[in-house]
């Protein structure tokens, strides 16, 4: 499988999130957080930047004549993106920017979530093919998500949502956070670091210095 890093679309749009102060609690698997709107204040002052590990919905296997690529959404997964979406719009973790795989699960995921939170919308999108072979290759998707975010990401850009596969998105979440993290279908890891830039953020904080705000699951 090919593994060189491309756009399949591009959808460039301007964005600008409220995001009112309000201090955060983690109950059970979710996170109550908004981003200080003084974040930008000052460049000689560290940034917090969120980035969202997010595995794919639940996907259907009734046509066995698919290929893996292309198989789509079941009916629970369908249901499963459209309240996790809710829960990310309420917990404020709204990204300016989303890379995705280019699986028609994660495809359709991503769709599907944008029709329920309109702020989605306005992120810019890219579908990156190497996020599908990644996944499945042992200790590889940390570092390749680190590389691909600071290739398409811009420093204004304080939030970031990444959208792909296990056993990689699982791998990357612990590898980031040290924790030990779980992720199941439609499942997230939110994550928060700091740094002027992104490359700065993920040089300062390494593998295990970013912290692991919480786990947003649909049926939480």
Same mark, same amino acid.
């Given at each position: 499988?090919?593994?060189?890093?491309?756009?399949?679309?591009?959808?460039?749009?301007?964005?600008?999130?409220?995001? =009112?102060?309000?201090?955060?609690?983690?109950?059970?698997?979710?996170?109550?957080? =908004?981003?200080?709107?003084?974040?930008?204040?000052?460049?000689?002052?560290?940034?917090?930047?969120?980035?969202?590990?997010?595995?794919?919905?639940?996907?259907?296997?009734?046509?066995?004549?698919?290929?893996?690529?292309?198989?789509?959404?079941?009916?629970?997964?369908?249901?499963?993106?459209?309240?996790?979406?809710?829960?990310?719009?309420?917990?404020?973790?709204?990204?300016?920017?989303?890379?995705?795989?280019?699986?028609?699960?994660?495809?359709?995921?991503? =769709?599907?979530?944008?029709?329920?939170?309109?702020?989605?919308?306005?992120?810019?999108?890219?579908?990156?093919?190497?996020?599908?072979?990644?996944?499945?290759?042992?200790?590889?998707?940390?570092?390749?998500?680190?590389?691909?975010?600071? =290739?398409?990401?811009?420093?204004?850009?304080?939030?970031?949502?990444?959208?792909?596969?296990?056993?990689?998105?699982?791998?990357?979440?612990?590898?980031?956070?040290?924790?030990?993290?779980?992720?199941?279908?439609?499942?997230?890891?939110?994550?928060?670091?700091?740094?002027?830039?992104?490359?700065?953020?993920?040089?300062?904080?390494?593998?295990?210095?970013?912290?692991?705000?919480?786990?947003?699951?649909?049926?939480?």
């Amino acid at each position: 499988m090919n593994m060189a890093l491309y756009d399949m679309h591009s959808l460039p749009l301007n964005f600008n999130p409220i995001r =009112k102060p309000n201090p955060f609690a983690i109950k059970s698997s979710l996170l109550i957080e =908004k981003q200080d709107p003084q974040l930008l204040q000052s460049s000689s002052e560290l940034i917090s930047r969120r980035l969202i590990l997010l595995r794919h919905a639940h996907s259907s296997w009734q046509n066995p004549s698919l290929r893996d690529h292309d198989r789509p959404l079941s009916k629970a997964g369908k249901a499963d993106a459209v309240r996790f979406s809710c829960k990310l719009q309420q917990l404020g973790w709204i990204p300016e920017l989303i890379l995705s795989s280019d699986a028609a699960r994660t495809k359709e995921t991503l =769709k599907i979530m944008q029709e329920q939170a309109q702020e989605l919308l306005e992120a810019e999108v890219h579908f990156i093919p190497s996020f599908y072979s990644i996944a499945a290759m042992d200790g590889q998707t940390a570092e390749h998500l680190r590389k691909v975010i600071c =290739k398409y990401t811009r420093d204004e850009m304080l939030t970031i949502m990444c959208m792909g596969h296990n056993r990689g998105w699982e791998e990357a979440a612990s590898m980031f956070s040290g924790a030990s993290v779980e992720l199941k279908t439609c499942n997230a890891a939110l994550l928060e670091a700091t740094g002027k830039s992104w490359d700065e953020t993920f040089d300062a904080a390494g593998f295990g210095g970013w912290k692991l705000q919480g786990i947003v699951k649909p049926s939480s």
